[in-house]
């Protein structure tokens, strides 16, 4: 080809790209732009005026509602909540991911895959009044499952066992949080080469070897995104606890509910105070996650 | 006895039969490559060896030991696979040492090795690299050192080359050959290409449909093709049908004349043959010369130093290809006539069922 030629063809193989990429840009525009506004809308501008009324009194700036997140009814519902978030997003990770292998594993029967992810997307997002009425009705102190456990001479409740303790808050999570992670986990194993596992046999591994040496390291930053998404995902959990508890066990957005209907009193100041908490357990255990995925995560860095 | 032996190997997935009765043996620090088209059975036979198949008959021996039911972390045998087969999650020295690390070799130890296969591989200032740092060909290099880190018996790659690009492909097939001869491992290597295959192995062997078409040398298999499979598969031929006259005196009849064919002589008259004739053994001169086939210049592929002709012979006898260097070949442009003959030892002779 001819130096002219060549050129020639640079310039039309550059002008329907240049095209594309400017209406490519426009359509970009068109599609993200209205998800960018609603964001902003209903996320951003709304945790601003949160910020700006948890820092309100009536005679304008104050710290006195933040600063009242100090006491101890209060610490103990972020100490319940932190608590209960981390044992459900870890029960759900651990099951979650195990699940997911399992059902993955070669040989395991064709319907058995699609049977568990159109479950788990079901599941994952049945919580609230009706999962709550859905264990009251099989674990609760008369429920189906708690009855005939008795009958054969285990006494749930006897053992001291409550549905609306941590303890039966986390087996209720379970319900979502095992499903969410089987649907986040399943991309994340399906990218495990055949290869790796191969290569680390041929090298002499054994599969204790592989998963601590390849698999596992590899998987780390998915599981520990996993993770932040089931503690997010319980820590904001409402009504299913609600429902259960009826506040009994204390956890922020049940006080948060309290503060604002004015069953125990009315103070929206004290109910941004503590979704000022929230967010800021969130910040937290975001960056916490940031450190560890930067180290575990450096060799997928360019 | 070989050093390396597969005897008697078969193996099915379902109802499709991949391998039929599989034997083949390899010397100590022999050389041999696995050749055929996608889906002949090279990969599961190489798989067989590895261990990560399990044949449904037959055995496979290694070193004098049956091994068909060793598993792969047993057999002491390096793999290199196509391609993305490093651990994403080391750096090349890392994926060399892990062999080691899991056998629990001293650290002083694994570090030496680490580094004298990263020199063999001219990869040592890469060391510290994730394998999304390195280049197709340097990804496969590390593999390579890899595989050999554990001292293997047995070196096995699985199309190493494939995902590379061409220039790639041509220096890597030399520094494995270099690395093999260097190291003296018995190596299997599986590919699709011919001269991959032809460039590099003491022996070849071609696989069609689950069998051994024909096992040689790279010289014998492209010379002496044993049946028409083969003479397809490995490089361009011509097929003209032909049967033979004299079979005393290697005379056949070629499109209704009598041509001499050395490779001819012993075989009944009557025998309905393929007369094969290579590119470069076709001699292309003005038309009706030396007695040869007429026909025209149909099309021409320029390779740079050599060109390819195709010339369809007269009377829709079918095409042939000659090879001939760049600069001749421009004087015959498409649609001259001309006359193609060859020497009489240089067509190769098979029987045509």
Same mark, same amino acid.
């Given at each position: 080809m001819s130096q002219a030629a060549a050129a020639a063809g640079t310039r039309t193989g550059t002008r329907?790209?240049?095209?594309?990429? =400017?209406?490519?840009?426009? *359509?970009?525009?068109?599609?993200?732009?209205?998800?960018?506004? !609603?964001?902003?809308?209903?996320?951003?501008?709304?945790?601003?005026?949160? *910020?700006?009324?948890?820092?309100?009194?009536?005679?304008?700036?104050?710290?006195?509602?933040?600063g009242e997140l100090d006491q101890a009814q209060t610490l103990i519902a972020f100490r319940n909540s932190i608590e209960l978030s981390a044992t459900s997003a870890l029960v759900g990770l651990v099951i979650g991911a195990l699940a997911a292998y399992f059902v993955m594993r070669p040989g395991m029967p064709r319907g058995l895959r699609s049977l568990v992810t159109t479950f788990s997307a079901v599941a994952a997002n049945f919580a609230g009044v009706p999962l709550a009425f859905a264990f009251i009705a099989t674990l609760g102190s008369l429920g189906v499952i708690t009855v005939w456990l008795k009958s054969i001479g285990i006494d749930l409740y006897g053992a001291g066992f409550r549905l609306y303790s941590i303890l039966g808050l986390v087996i209720? !999570?379970?319900y979502f949080q095992v499903p969410l992670m089987i649907i986040v986990i399943t991309p994340a194993l399906e990218a495990l080469r055949k290869q790796w596992r191969e290569a680390a046999e041929n090298l002499g591994a054994?599969?204790?070897? /592989?998963? =601590? !040496?390849?698999?596992?390291?590899?998987?780390?930053?998915?599981?520990?995104?996993? /993770?932040? *998404?089931?503690?997010?995902?319980?820590?904001?959990?409402?009504?299913?606890? !609600?429902?259960?508890?009826?506040?009994?066990?204390a956890l922020v957005p049940v006080e948060i509910s309290n503060v604002l209907s004015g069953n125990v009193m009315l103070s929206p100041q004290t109910g941004a105070a503590l979704a000022f908490g929230m967010i800021l357990v969130m910040v937290a255990v975001m960056g916490l996650y940031a450190l560890i995925a930067r180290q575990v995560g450096r060799w997928a860095r360019p | 006895m070989g050093y390396l032996e597969v005897e008697g190997v078969a193996k099915s997935f379902g109802p499709v039969k991949v391998l039929s009765d599989v034997s083949l043996a390899l010397e100590e620090g022999e050389f041999v490559s696995l050749l055929g088209p996608s889906g002949c059975g090279k990969t599961t036979l190489l798989r067989i060896v590895a261990g990560f198949e399990e044949p449904d008959r037959g055995t496979v021996r290694l070193a004098g030991t049956e091994i068909t039911a060793e598993p792969p972390a047993k057999r002491q045998m390096g793999m290199v696979f196509q391609a993305y087969s490093l651990f994403p999650n080391m750096t090349a020295e890392e994926n060399i040492r892990f062999g080691l690390k899991v056998r629990r070799v001293d650290a002083n130890e694994q570090a030496e090795r680490a580094r004298e296969l990263l020199e063999l591989v001219g990869l040592t200032q890469h060391r510290g690299k994730y394998p999304h740092q390195l280049s197709g060909g340097q990804q496969q290099r590390v593999a390579l050192a890899?595989? &050999?880190? +554990?001292?293997?018996?047995a070196l096995l790659l699985d199309e190493p080359l494939s995902a590379l690009d061409a220039k790639v492909r041509v220096q890597l097939r030399e520094e494995i050959r270099r690395i093999q001869q260097e190291t003296k491992v018995t190596t299997i290597f599986v590919t699709?290409?011919?001269?991959?295959?032809?460039?590099?192995?003491?022996? $070849?062997? $071609?696989?069609?449909q689950g069998q051994l078409s024909q096992v040689g040398t790279p010289a014998a298999i492209y010379g002496e093709p044993d049946n028409i499979f083969v003479a397809r598969f490995v490089g361009a031929v011509a097929e003209l049908p032909a049967e033979v006259v004299d079979g005393r005196e290697g005379i056949v009849a070629l499109f209704g004349r009598k041509v001499r064919a050395a490779r001819a002589q012993g075989m009944a008259a009557g025998t309905r043959i393929y007369f094969l004739l290579r590119p470069e053994t076709v001699r292309v001169g003005p038309e009706g010369a030396n007695g040869g086939l007429d026909g025209t210049v149909?099309?021409?592929?320029?390779?740079? #130093?050599?060109?390819?002709?195709? +010339?369809?012979?007269?009377?829709?006898?079918?095409? $042939?290809? #000659?090879?001939?260097?760049?600069?001749?070949?421009?004087?015959?442009?498409?649609?001259?006539?001309?006359? $193609?003959?060859?020497?009489?030892?240089?067509?190769? +002779? &098979?029987?045509?069922?």
């Open positions: 329907p790209a240049g095209f594309f990429a =400017r209406s490519g840009g426009a *359509l970009t525009l068109i599609f993200v732009g209205p998800f960018l506004l !609603y964001v902003s809308a209903f996320l951003i501008l709304p945790t601003l005026m949160l *910020l700006a009324t948890a820092f309100s009194g009536a005679h304008g700036f104050t710290w006195r509602y933040v209720v !999570y379970a054994s599969s204790i070897d /592989y998963w =601590r !040496y390849v698999g596992l390291p590899i998987l780390l930053p998915s599981l520990l995104s996993a /993770y932040i *998404l089931l503690f997010g995902n319980a820590f904001s959990a409402y009504a299913t606890p !609600y429902a259960i508890s009826s506040g009994i066990v | 890899r595989a &050999l880190a +554990i001292r293997p018996l699709h290409d011919q001269e991959e295959a032809l460039s590099i192995s003491d022996r $070849v062997v $071609v696989m069609h149909a099309g021409r592929t320029f390779f740079g #130093a050599l060109t390819s002709l195709r +010339i369809e012979l007269a009377d829709g006898h079918g095409s $042939v290809t #000659a090879a001939m260097p760049s600069d001749k070949a421009s004087e015959l442009a498409q649609g001259t006539r001309v006359s $193609v003959s060859w020497a009489d030892d240089a067509p190769r +002779i &098979l029987r045509r069922e």
